[in-house]
């Protein structure tokens, strides 16, 4: 079982930053990927960006540049700090894992742009 909490959402104007954190309740350093993933309104959810155990990143092309992930094991920690944010990233941003066969979501965090 995997717990994951979700903080650092809330109201920013368009070309500011925010900085997501999700902590798990026990150690991340054995989770082969944690990604934070985001539900616009009346969209489905998607992947925004993943970080591999050992580092390696991925970011879908319309945070590229502005979105870095980013985790601290000895915190079971992971971050998104995001930067240049426009109105069309609005949404609940969730943290997601994968780990001993099933998958973990945190009960996300809202994000609102205003432009």
């Known amino acids: 079982q995997v717990q994951l909490v979700e903080s650092g959402g809330g109201l920013v104007q368009a070309g500011g930053s925010l900085r997501l954190s999700c902590t798990a309740s026990?150690?991340?350093?054995?989770?082969?990927?944690m990604a934070w993933h985001r539900q616009a309104p009346g969209k489905q959810r998607q992947l925004v960006a993943r970080?591999?155990?050992?580092?390696?990143?991925y970011y879908v092309d319309a945070v590229k540049g502005r979105f870095t992930i980013s985790r601290d094991n000895a915190k079971n920690t992971v971050y998104l700090q995001m930067n240049s944010l426009k109105p069309e990233d609005t949404g609940v941003y969730y943290c997601?894992?994968?780990?001993?066969?099933?998958?973990?979501w945190g009960q996300g965090t809202q994000v609102t742009v205003s432009s």
């Open positions: 997601y894992c994968y780990a001993d066969l099933n998958n973990y």
């Open positions: 970080i591999g155990s050992g580092g390696s990143t």
């Open positions: 026990r150690s991340i350093s054995s989770i082969n990927f």
